[in-house]
Structure formats: structure tokens, C-alpha cells
């Protein structure tokens, strides 16, 4: 299946700092990404639509100038969490649509980000 | 508004046993599609299986098949002859009307935990 990457796959900073995480689709092109956010034991929100040359939509309740997306080619997006607080420590995990053959969504393997 | 229901927080299964993973689904959507995701602890999502909302058969991956009740609104995940290896969370998610690049994200269940015991 078609295979997505994100980096880092951990990350520890100091409250205050900024953390950008990369997705990567690998072997094919995706106009569309998702970022979602999962807290220990719980199901996955979505926090953000990608869209590739646009600019990404939103949930409700996501700061869009805490969380800033960035879709700048056909294999890359990246969430950066602005001037990150211990509040912001979560399990952030993006997904790619596969617009051809049959319809899924691969996703990433996920960041741990952790704000001391 | 669409909702996902998984109302088995956790289940157990002997080894080599079937075991059936019940989500019941909300959406005023004429076309929707429901997938199913594995979560090992490691926190990745690994892909299992597919039904669209207009799809005449059940959809079947291996030993993963999708027990699709339209009129009832649900989409149970059959696992046959289960495996150590199956232990994880596994996770009923819809994805909503295609008519904007935002309802193709998924909707996830809270999901339920599967411990398959030797």
C-alpha cells in the first residue's frame, strides 16, 4: 500500500518553542492531507484540513495561528505548533488521501510531542 | 452531523477464535464511506478495511470483512481465526459528502480494545 512518513516521530522542547512536524506522501501525490490530534487513550480529532497551493481549513477550535499548516508541494505538509505549552503535549498524526484506484486514507506514523 | 458509535470498549478473544467489532453510524449523507484502522501500540494506523455507502457486497480483506447493515446503520469488523499479533485498538471511522476536500477527513469512533489471549 502506498506509504506515509512523518518526522519527527518524537519530539521533547522546552515550552515557548516552536516545532515543525513534516508528512510525507512517498510513492504518491496527495492534494489533500490531514492532521489530526489523540490524546492518551482517546479516538482521533481532526484538527485541520491541507490542501495543497491553498490555504488549510480548519476545525473548530483550532487556532489556525497556533497551528500552522503549510502544503507547498504534492508530497509535503507540515504543522508547525507555535510557541508550544505543556497543554499542546499530544499524539499529532497526518493522513493522505489516495485519489486513485481504490478510496483510502494511509496515514503517518504519528509524532509524540512532549512540552516540558 | 455525522457520529460514529463503538460501544465495546474492550473485548477478548481466544486465539484462532472469530471475533466481531460492532460500529453503528449516524449521517444524514446519501454517500459516505466507513473504513476500519488498526492502532498497535506503537500509535500508528494501519489500514484494514473499506465499505462505500453504495457498495452491493460486504468487503472482505483477507481476514478482515465488514459486516455492512445499511438499513441498520452498521458496519461490524469480522476478524477470523485471530492472531497474538491482533491485540491492539481498532478504530470505525466515516468519511462524509465529497463535495469539498474537508469531508473526506474521517470521523473516528472512540474505539475498542482487542486482547487476543493464547
Known amino acids: 500500500g502506498a506509504v506515509v512518513s512523518q518526522h519527527p516521530s518524537r519530539v521533547i522542547c522546552k515550552s515557548g518553542t516552536s516545532v515543525k512536524i513534516e508528512c510525507r506522501s512517498l510513492?504518491?501525490?496527495?492534494?489533500?492531507m490531514f492532521w489530526y490530534r489523540q490524546f492518551p487513550k482517546k479516538s482521533l480529532m481532526l484538527m485541520a484540513t491541507?490542501?495543497?497551493?491553498?490555504?488549510?481549513?480548519?476545525e473548530q477550535g483550532v487556532e489556525k495561528d497556533k497551528f500552522l499548516i503549510n502544503h507547498a508541494s504534492l508530497t509535503l505538509s507540515t504543522l508547525t505548533v507555535t510557541s508550544a505549552h505543556p497543554e499542546d503535549s499530544s499524539f499529532y498524526i497526518c493522513?493522505?488521501?489516495?485519489?486513485?484506484?481504490?478510496?483510502?486514507?494511509?496515514f503517518g506514523p504519528g509524532t509524540r510531542l512532549l512540552v516540558l | 452531523a455525522q457520529k460514529i458509535t463503538q460501544t465495546q470498549p474492550g473485548m477478548f478473544v481466544q486465539e484462532k477464535e472469530a471475533v466481531t467489532l460492532d460500529c453503528t453510524y449516524d449521517?444524514?449523507?446519501?454517500?459516505?464511506?466507513l473504513f476500519w484502522y488498526k492502532q498497535p501500540s506503537s500509535g500508528e494506523m494501519i489500514f484494514l478495511i473499506y465499505?462505500?455507502?453504495?457498495?452491493?457486497q460486504n468487503a472482505t480483506e483477507g481476514r478482515y470483512s465488514l459486516n455492512f447493515q445499511k438499513a441498520r446503520k452498521s458496519a461490524n469488523l469480522v476478524i477470523s481465526a485471530s492472531q497474538l499479533g491482533d491485540s491492539a485498538m481498532y478504530f470505525c471511522?466515516?468519511?462524509?459528502?465529497?463535495?469539498?476536500?474537508?469531508?473526506?477527513?474521517?470521523?473516528f469512533g472512540k474505539g475498542t480494545s482487542l486482547l487476543v489471549t493464547p
Open positions: 510513492d504518491f501525490q496527495a492534494t489533500t
Open positions: 493522513s493522505a488521501r489516495v485519489t486513485s484506484g481504490r478510496e483510502t486514507q494511509y
Open positions: 449521517t444524514s449523507d446519501p454517500s459516505y464511506g
Open positions: 465499505q462505500g455507502s453504495y457498495d452491493q
Open positions: 491541507s490542501n495543497e497551493g491553498s490555504k488549510a481549513t480548519y
Open positions: 471511522a466515516m468519511r462524509g459528502v465529497s463535495n469539498s476536500n474537508s469531508g473526506y477527513a474521517l470521523n
